[in-house]
């Protein structure tokens, strides 16, 4: 056995704060994904896509304004948009034609959706690596824990529970958000009660589309921004949201913790086998609690 | 005010209705007795559009509304009150309502506290999940769901079935006021002694077709028809 790096308190702080910022990520797009599942009960494969879009999107809406502060500002805001745009063309045009199938056929139709949106990414932007450089502010690092912590994962510290209430106090407190969460539960009722159900169901997909499209931009500076990345996503997503408990946007962040967390406690403890942990995590969690830490709402 | 006339419903390959046929005028109860499985539920989601009738006409207020979705026909003025009752268990009681809300009908329409005023139980745990209810509360929750959308017809669906005595009764009360406010209503049952003591007229089901439909002095006296079809 070799370990990485000698291991000391700093550096177990420092890991877990780098953990906890990519757990946002993590959080942010399966939230996305555990909305779409909760509320219209389809298991996005195409998700990850739309995360890969978000990150091309602010590579290419940074470029065009010119890169800088101004730039990554703006990408970052209008990335999900853009997102959300291509989610509501895919939702009038395919889904909602599907929401009556069952299980199987929408696992397949979704991810026949994430390859046919794989080849439109490859056809617009190619298979290059991209690179978005983050605006001065963000820049470097500060001294945490007398580590040098950067300062775009404390952004995304922040980000990231913004994200969680601004996601508790719509589905909570709008009007919309509580006719989501009734149409989550019985779909037909909320049609007798003069809802437009249709478009409900609309609306909460661009939402959890749009969430995968923020993920994807908030991400773009710190990875490469390449074909791919849709897939990764996608199954930690996916991990995640089961082993928080499908449709419970506070078990999407409890899965993202534990994911971020061991992922990056392994990369200390173990660096070469650091991949293992997050999964192992996964599968003791299932073991202990097959259908989730959180209630489910399947 | 509602006018069925010779609809036929499936669920998939199964044919359940056989040209069921009724009507229900302005500011009457009109009841369907019939036993398990007779066809209640589905003559009251084929009005709703839940379950589109393959065949036959329905009327509402002149208009045809066959072939609309649900929600056209909520907002044409029918309410809804399901069997199963079916709150929106992960909502609160004020919640439940509160979605439901359709401004309509001027000052006298329905409103949040107009429904806790007419069933006060309910304003009193106005911050309780709907989940959680008892039987009769949840009753009173989907009637005063209804009631939100403003309806000028409730298709009221067993709304007393396994509910204690007191309740029913309480419930029978209510269903008579809202008639006496205007309102029509179609009460599917199987307790005979309800819909007898509330309808002004009603039809009698069994095997998807209407066997028997007369006012209700007509059914009270036809012991034979209600032992036939009504009768376990
Ligand atoms: N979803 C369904 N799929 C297939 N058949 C159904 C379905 N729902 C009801 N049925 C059948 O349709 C027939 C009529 O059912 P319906 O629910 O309308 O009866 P009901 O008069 O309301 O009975 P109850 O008094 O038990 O509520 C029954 O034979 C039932 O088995
Ligand atoms: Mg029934």
Same mark, same amino acid.
């Given at each position: 056995m070799?370990?990485?790096?000698?291991?000391t308190?700093s550096?177990?702080?420092v890991?877990l704060?780098?953990?906890?910022?990519?757990?946002?990520?993590?959080?942010?797009?399966?939230s996305g994904l555990?909305?779409?599942?909760?509320?219209?009960r389809?298991?996005?494969?195409?998700? @990850?896509s739309?995360?890969m879009?978000g990150?091309f999107?602010?590579f290419?809406?940074?470029?065009a304004?010119?890169?800088?502060?101004? @730039?990554?500002w703006l990408a970052l805001?209008?990335?999900p948009?853009v997102?959300?745009?291509?989610?509501?063309?895919?939702e009038?045009?395919?889904?909602c034609?599907?929401?009556?199938r069952?299980?199987?056929?929408?696992?397949?139709?979704t991810?026949?959706l994430?390859l046919?949106l794989?080849?439109?990414? $490859?056809?617009? &932007?190619?298979?290059?690596?991209?690179?978005?450089?983050?605006?001065?502010?963000?820049?470097?690092s500060?001294?945490?824990?007398?580590?040098?912590?950067?300062k775009y994962n404390?952004?995304?510290?922040?980000?990231g529970p913004l994200?969680a209430?601004?996601?508790?106090?719509?589905?909570?407190k709008t009007?919309?958000?509580?006719?989501a969460?009734?149409?989550?539960v019985d779909?037909?009722?909320?049609?007798a009660?003069?809802?437009n159900?249709?478009?409900?169901?609309?609306?909460?997909?661009?939402?959890g589309?749009f /969430?995968?499209?923020?993920?994807?931009?908030?991400?773009?500076?710190?990875?490469?921004?390449?074909?791919?990345?849709d897939?990764?996503?996608?199954?930690?997503?996916?991990?995640?949201?089961?082993?928080?408990?499908?449709?419970?946007m506070?078990?999407?962040?409890?899965g993202?913790l534990?994911?971020?967390?061991?992922?990056?406690?392994?990369?200390?403890? &173990?660096p070469?086998?650091?991949i293992?942990?997050?999964?192992?995590a996964?599968?003791?969690? /299932?073991? &202990?609690r097959?259908t989730g830490?959180? $209630?489910?709402?399947? | 005010?509602l006018e069925?006339?010779?609809?036929?419903?499936y669920?998939?390959?199964?044919h359940?209705?056989?040209?069921?046929?009724?009507?229900?005028?302005a500011?009457e109860i009109?009841?369907?007795l019939?036993?398990?499985?007779?066809? $209640?539920?589905?003559?009251? $989601?084929?009005i709703m559009?839940l379950?589109?009738?393959?065949r036959?006409?329905?009327?509402f207020? @002149?208009a045809?509304?066959?072939?609309?979705?649900?929600?056209?026909?909520s907002? /044409?003025?029918?309410?809804?009150?399901?069997?199963?009752r079916?709150v929106?268990?992960?909502?609160?009681?004020g919640?439940n309502?509160?979605?439901?809300?359709?401004a309509?009908g001027?000052e006298?329409?329905?409103?949040?506290s107009?429904?806790?005023?007419?069933f006060?139980? /309910?304003?009193r745990?106005?911050g309780r999940r709907?989940g959680?209810?008892?039987?009769?509360? =949840? =009753?009173?929750?989907?009637?005063?769901r209804?009631l939100?959308?403003?309806?000028?017809?409730?298709?009221?669906d067993?709304?007393?079935?396994?509910?204690?005595?007191?309740?029913?009764?309480?419930?029978?009360?209510?269903i008579?006021?809202?008639?006496?406010r205007?309102?029509t209503?179609?009460?599917?049952? =199987?307790n005979?002694?309800?819909?007898?003591?509330?309808?002004?007229?009603?039809?009698?089901?069994?095997?998807?077709s209407?066997?028997?439909?007369?006012s209700? =002095?007509?059914?009270?006296?036809?012991e034979?028809?209600?032992?036939k079809?009504?009768l376990v």
């Amino acid at each position: 056995m070799d370990f990485g790096q000698s291991i000391t308190l700093s550096a177990v702080g420092v890991h877990l704060l780098v953990g906890l910022s990519r757990a946002m990520i993590l959080f942010i797009v399966s939230s996305g994904l555990s909305f779409v599942l909760g509320v219209l009960r389809v298991p996005n494969v195409a998700h @990850g896509s739309l995360y890969m879009i978000g990150a091309f999107a602010a590579f290419t809406l940074n470029n065009a304004f010119g890169g800088g502060s101004a @730039g990554f500002w703006l990408a970052l805001v209008l990335s999900p948009f853009v997102v959300a745009g291509v989610a509501l063309v895919a939702e009038r045009a395919l889904f909602c034609h599907l929401y009556q199938r069952e299980h199987l056929m929408l696992l397949l139709f979704t991810f026949a959706l994430m390859l046919i949106l794989g080849d439109l990414v $490859k056809m617009v &932007w190619g298979a290059d690596y991209r690179s978005i450089t983050t605006p001065e502010v963000l820049e470097g690092s500060l001294p945490i824990l007398g580590s040098s912590f950067p300062k775009y994962n404390l952004f995304l510290l922040i980000v990231g529970p913004l994200v969680a209430v601004g996601l508790y106090l719509f589905t909570n407190k709008t009007k919309i958000g509580k006719i989501a969460r009734a149409a989550a539960v019985d779909r037909d009722m909320v049609d007798a009660i003069g809802i437009n159900v249709s478009w409900v169901f609309a609306f909460a997909f661009v939402l959890g589309c749009f /969430l995968a499209g923020l993920g994807g931009a908030l991400v773009a500076p710190t990875i490469s921004v390449t074909l791919g990345m849709d897939h990764d996503i996608i199954i930690e997503a996916f991990l995640i949201v089961t082993i928080g408990g499908l449709g419970n946007m506070w078990g999407a962040l409890l899965g993202s913790l534990i994911f971020g967390v061991t992922q990056s406690l392994g990369v200390l403890l &173990w660096p070469q086998f650091a991949i293992v942990f997050p999964y192992l995590a996964v599968v003791i969690v /299932l073991v &202990w609690r097959p259908t989730g830490m959180l $209630k489910s709402v399947w | 005010m509602l006018e069925v006339e010779d609809v036929h419903t499936y669920y998939g390959l199964s044919h359940i209705l056989f040209g069921v046929s009724l009507e229900a005028p302005a500011g009457e109860i009109v009841c369907i007795l019939g036993r398990n499985g007779a066809g $209640k539920s589905t003559t009251m $989601k084929s009005i709703m559009g839940l379950t589109p009738p393959r065949r036959g006409t329905i009327r509402f207020k @002149g208009a045809v509304i066959t072939g609309l979705k649900p929600y056209r026909i909520s907002r /044409l003025g029918i309410g809804y009150v399901p069997d199963d009752r079916r709150v929106f268990a992960d909502l609160t009681v004020g919640e439940n309502l509160e979605i439901s809300e359709r401004a309509r009908g001027g000052e006298h329409a329905w409103t949040l506290s107009r429904v806790y005023e007419f069933f006060p139980a /309910l304003g009193r745990i106005d911050g309780r999940r709907a989940g959680f209810l008892s039987g009769g509360e =949840q =009753q009173m929750l989907t009637i005063g769901r209804a009631l939100m959308t403003n309806p000028e017809l409730l298709l009221l669906d067993e709304p007393t079935e396994g509910l204690a005595p007191m309740v029913v009764h309480l419930l029978e009360e209510q269903i008579a006021a809202l008639r006496d406010r205007g309102l029509t209503v179609l009460l599917a049952e =199987q307790n005979q002694k309800v819909a007898l003591r509330l309808s002004d007229r009603g039809y009698v089901i069994d095997n998807g077709s209407i066997r028997y439909h007369g006012s209700i =002095q007509d059914l009270r006296e036809n012991e034979d028809v209600r032992r036939k079809y009504l009768l376990v």
